[in-house]
Nanobody, 123 residues
Framework: QVQLVESGGGLVQAGGSLRLSCAAS????????MGWFRQAPGKQREFAAG????????NYADSVKGRFTISRDNFKRTVYLQMNSLKPEDTAAYYC????WGAGTPADEYNNWGQGTQVTVSS
């Protein structure tokens, strides 16, 4: 089991950028696929981006494709979400999640979750 702690959220103007980080402790980080999910008020949680355990495959929701980039640093046991060209509709709580030997897709059954970090994009 890995424990996950997100950071990097905040308030940003539309068109701006933020980089979220998710630090993992416990477990063997390099064997886990990592995903970023988000949940806006009154909406269901949705998949934003994922990266396979090997780092060789990434997946993105259509709504963030071309603007967000997920990456991982196994030495630092951290996964990142670089968010550019932010829009007000990106406002949400962002959560990272882990799935052992996963592919980093929305279909993975992620069973380790962080507490979330809030991203607010003003218009």
């Amino acid at each position: 089991q890995v424990q996950l702690v997100e950071s990097g959220g905040g308030l940003v103007q539309a068109g701006g950028s933020l980089r979220l980080s998710c630090a993992a402790s416990g477990g063997t980080f390099s064997t886990y696929a990592m995903g970023w999910f988000r949940q806006a008020p009154g909406k269901q949680r949705e998949f934003a981006a994922g990266i396979s355990w090997s780092g060789g495959s990434t997946n993105y929701a259509d709504s963030v494709k071309g603007r967000f980039t997920i990456s991982r640093d196994n030495f630092k046991r951290t996964v990142y979400l670089q968010m550019n060209s932010l829009k007000p509709e990106d406002t949400a709580a962002y959560y990272c999640a882990a799935k052992k030997w996963g592919a980093g897709t929305p279909a993975d059954e992620y069973n380790n979750w962080g507490q979330g970090t809030q991203v607010t994009v003003s218009s």
